[in-house]
């Protein structure tokens, strides 16, 4: 049972982590029109032709206020051991906010918690492609690829994947 | 001789005796698995207006009143909607009744609070019933306890139909004669002069034939029963046993779904004009059909109403009242609304669960069903179709068609259309048509090209005639839609265009396993034949198959097996089985959103272009029309931020229709998604990506203000595109074109 307590121990960490980032605040849903990609290259402006480049929504992610009362929902079911309890209460949190890296990176660690190493590893790899442009997600993204490796006897990709962390999150 | 008689007659009456007590006694009303539609999640900043928030509750069948009352009704005042909900069942807890306030501003809501003016931060309104999964005897029934039936209800039904009911000893004798002097001045038999037992009886026991032997072994174990159980067991077991309407092969038993059949809602919640409709319907189920004759079963309710002011039930004001009140059946009987839909949640549960668990033990069976979006799909199809029709080249046939549409984040099938006559249970063509997806093939051959690192999007390929000696000695010689030949287009243009010319060059180059390894990989679930025809798409789908392979790509390169149940919910409500989300990755994330780029302008530039009219003009949409060989499919499969909806039309007998995917599946499909509160596609670009501009018609790098006709598409960073001559770019420079960028880019390939 040590990898529950643990897992709980995480959770922990990433919903204080959550809330530092400042829930209760929605985000806008990005609806079309606006500039384009957030990711960073130097970009010419926007062309005359028809071609609208794609919304991306702000970074960095927060839990909007309906996320998170589900996600502190489903911590104190896990806490409780109900893992299949915690996963259906973190879909609803995915059906609110399907964009929102933290939210699969929650669903992730429910995942691990019940000895799911595959499936956290995917659903953290879908929070990484979610997560692009905000370092502070795809670090916390990282940590569960890493937990995951580490539950598979994984310890070189966990290794890799912890450092990819720690870069993220020194950035 | 007569006491040989006596003595046959009583242990016959002793074995009637015996059966009728150990049957009852054990008895088990096999409860068919309710069905449910995905609550509505009620949140602040929700997009759902209060207008669009009452129609959720009318379709909850919530009464409107100017007081709350008890649970089931709302008031509207000004800004805010109060809303005293019932207690509700969902597969992962249960919420007693409460009283909720609603905020609403302009098209979203604004604050949700409790009775006590604390803010709730999210709530679901109760599942909607969406059907049962019935035995192939026909029977269904929802079982109610002693405390759901209306205290009317029993009353009303002792008043007409067995006055004497409390007091008796199962049969009345003197109603029987009275009804046997009637039936023999008729010459047959016409009355019952059956108590309330004696129904049971006959509907629990007996067979419907009217003969005289029937008769008194009716009589016979209704004393029997009468004398080993309470009246109040008894009403109870008539409650939820009595036969009271028939739908199809479905035979409605009990009050209690007998409520929900006509009226949509719990039986608790009936009022007196309802309790006597049901209690005129005893009688006669067909005869006194509401739905069929309804100023037959108008008359026979009011004179239900008058009996019961006449026996000192009602006042006569309320009967009065009653009297004036519609019928207020609902136009079309719950649980019969989605049958395709239906289909797929069977199907489902049978890799787990026997067809007796299911048609028997009473499950509840929660699904990702949402009705609006359903409502969207079949209007959307049914008004489409009409509308092709009158184009058609076959004007004395139907077209037909189907729809699904999922979340494709979730996986979740929120939808399914099975043909264009929705509220029938047949041939379901979402899951079972098979049909050739033509150009639907094309997104998989590009992102086949982008993964092997050879293509991208501005890659520069040529559309030029093909021939193909197949292993038989005959000739492949494709043509594009219009005949023409293109030359040198760049990828972008080939798929937005759909040449089949440039395509087919592209997947000979890969290979036809490579092409079929991706749309495996995706979720196609029989290898496809492995014939050039393939990369055309002589490859048969269902529209739910063609929304798995869809889906993936919706969803980032991220597959998740396409669900309709979330879980199984145990008669006494304990979870048995859940469906969780799942994901694997089935693609590289960059490739997929490079493709899904190039499927933007497939909607903006290609043939999918007709849409936008018809689109809000600021949603980002990706899409792919598909039309196969002498046009006997139309095609159509898109999807936003939120929805992925697939459309097929076609001929159930495989004429060709004459329309493409773009003038058959696309008017439906864009009728859907802009009936659908969707949000624009907006999936991060990887960082590994660069946006660049390239010409159009020759696939050239450009900046902007150089050329007429430009697109920016994504290409991996390190892509080296031939700018065009004069427009500043020097010789042999990446995507990434600045040093500082490159650069930082160097520093990210170091990190990741």
Not at chain 1, 6 to 33: F, K, N, Y
Not at chain 1, 133 to 152: C, E, K, M, T, Y
């Amino acid at each position: 049972m040590g990898g529950r307590a643990l897992s709980t121990v995480l959770l922990a960490a990433v919903l204080s982590a959550c809330a530092m980032s400042g829930s209760g605040e929605s985000r806008p849903a990005g609806q079309g029109g606006s500039a384009g990609s957030a990711s960073g290259t130097a970009q010419p402006p926007p062309p005359t032709a028809p071609a609208r480049p794609p919304a991306v929504p702000p970074r960095p992610f927060r839990l909007g206020a309906a996320t998170s009362a589900l996600v502190a929902q489903a911590h104190a079911q896990a806490n409780g051991g109900d893992y299949g309890q915690a996963a259906a209460t973190l879909e609803r949190a995915v059906r609110i906010e399907p964009d929102n890296p933290l939210v699969w990176i929650e669903l992730g660690r429910v995942q691990l918690g019940s000895n799911n190493a595959a499936q956290a590893d995917a659903l953290a790899r879908k929070a990484l492609t979610l997560g692009t442009g905000d370092a502070s997600a795809q670090a916390f993204a990282w940590r569960l690829i890493a937990d995951a490796a580490r539950a598979r006897g994984r310890t070189a990709d966990a290794y890799d994947a912890d450092r990819r962390a720690q870069e993220l999150s020194a950035r | 001789m007569l006491a040989a008689v006596a003595l046959a007659a009583a242990l016959y009456g002793l074995y009637l005796d015996h059966l009728v007590t150990k049957q009852f006694e054990g008895r088990r009303w096999t409860l068919p698995a309710q069905v449910y539609a995905a609550p509505l999640e009620l949140y602040a900043g929700l997009p759902l207006s209060l207008p669009e928030l009452e129609h959720e509750l009318q379709r909850l069948h919530y009464r409107r009143t100017t007081h709350l009352e008890r649970p089931g009704s709302y008031r509207w005042q000004g800004e805010h909607i109060e809303v005293a909900l019932r207690a509700a069942r969902f597969a992962d807890e249960t919420r007693p009744a409460q009283v909720l306030s609603v905020t609403g501003a302009g098209t979203q809501l604004a604050a949700l609070r409790d009775s006590a003016g604390h803010d709730v931060p999210v709530l679901r309104l109760e599942p909607l019933l969406i059907g049962s999964i019935f035995p192939t005897h026909g029977e269904d029934r929802i079982v109610v306890t002693p405390q759901e039936v209306p205290a009317l209800l029993p009353a009303a039904l002792k008043a007409v139909e067995d006055r004497k009911f409390d007091t008796h000893h199962g049969i009345d004798p003197v109603a029987m004669l009275r009804a046997a002097w009637v039936d023999a001045r008729a010459g047959q038999i016409e009355q019952g002069g059956s108590t309330l037992t004696q129904q049971l009886v006959r509907s629990y026991f007996l067979n419907s034939r009217q003969t005289i032997s029937r008769k008194l072994r009716e009589a016979v174990m209704a004393m029997a029963l009468d004398a080993h159980f309470t009246k109040a067991d008894l009403m109870n077991a008539y409650i939820n046993e009595i036969f009271l309407g028939q739908d199809g092969n479905r035979a409605i038993h009990g009050f209690g779904l007998a409520s929900q059949f006509y009226f949509g809602k719990p039986l608790a919640e009936l009022e007196l004009p309802e309790v006597a409709l049901l209690v005129a319907v005893v009688r006669g189920p067909s005869y006194y059909d509401p739905r069929r004759h309804p100023d037959r079963a108008r008359g026979r309710r009011d004179l239900v109403l008058k009996i019961l002011t006449d026996q000192h039930i009602v006042s006569a004001a309320q009967a009065a009242a009653a009297t004036r009140a519609p019928l207020g059946v609902t136009s079309r009987p719950a649980g019969a609304y989605y049958p395709a839909y239906l289909d797929f949640v069977r199907r489902t549960l049978r890799r787990d669960y026997r067809e007796q668990d299911l048609t028997e033990a009473g499950l509840s069976i929660y699904t990702s069903l949402d009705p609006r979006a359903q409502d969207q799909a079949e209007r959307s199809l049914e008004r489409e179709l009409a509308q092709l029709d009158r184009t058609s080249k076959h004007p004395q046939a139907a077209l037909e068609g189907a729809a699904v549409i999922t979340s494709p984040q979730s996986g979740e099938v929120i939808a399914i259309v099975g043909g264009r006559n929705v509220g029938y249970d047949g041939f379901d063509r979402a899951l079972d048509a098979h049909r050739p997806m033509g150009s639907l093939v094309k997104p998989f051959i590009y992102l086949a090209a982008l993964e092997s690192g050879r293509y991208n999007a501005a890659t520069v390929v040529q559309d030029a005639p093909v021939d193909v000696k197949l292993a038989n000695g005959a000739h492949w010689r494709p043509e594009n839609f219009t005949r023409r030949v293109y030359g040198a287009v760049p990828v972008v243009r080939a798929l937005a265009e759909s040449l089949n010319l440039a395509t087919v060059g592209v997947g000979l180059d890969l290979g036809l396993p490579k092409v079929a390894q991706t749309l495996q990989r995706f979720g196609l679930t029989a290898p496809p034949a492995l014939l050039p025809a393939m990369l055309l798409g002589a490859v048969p789908v269902t529209p739910l198959e063609a929304a798995q392979l869809f889906n993936g790509l919706a969803n980032g390169g991220f597959s998740n097996p396409l669900r309709a149940v979330r879980a199984v919910v145990s008669a006494d409500g304990k979870p048995l089985k859940a469906f969780p989300l799942t994901v694997t990755q089935v693609a590289p994330p960059e490739a997929v959103y490079e493709l899904d780029r190039m499927l933007i302008e497939v909607m903006d530039r290609g043939t999918g272009r007709s849409a936008r009219a018809l689109l809000p003009p600021q949603l980002v949409v990706a899409g792919k029309s598909g039309t196969s060989s002498d046009f006997r499919d139309s095609w159509f499969a898109g999807f936003s931020g939120t929805h992925l909806a697939v459309v097929w039309v076609g001929y159930d007998d495989n004429a060709p229709t004459g329309f493409t995917g773009s003038s058959g599946a696309l008017p439906v499909w864009a009728h859907i998604m802009a009936g659908l509160d969707t949000r624009s596609w907006s999936a991060p670009m990887p960082e590994s990506l660069a946006e660049v501009h390239i010409e159009y018609p020759t696939g050239l790098r450009v900046v902007p203000g150089c050329s007429e006709d430009i697109v920016a598409v994504a290409v991996p960073g390190t892509a080296t595109l031939p700018p065009k001559p004069g427009c500043g770019f020097p010789e042999g420079e990446g995507a990434f074109s600045n040093v500082l960028e490159r650069a930082a880019q160097w520093l990210r390939n170091l990190t990741h």
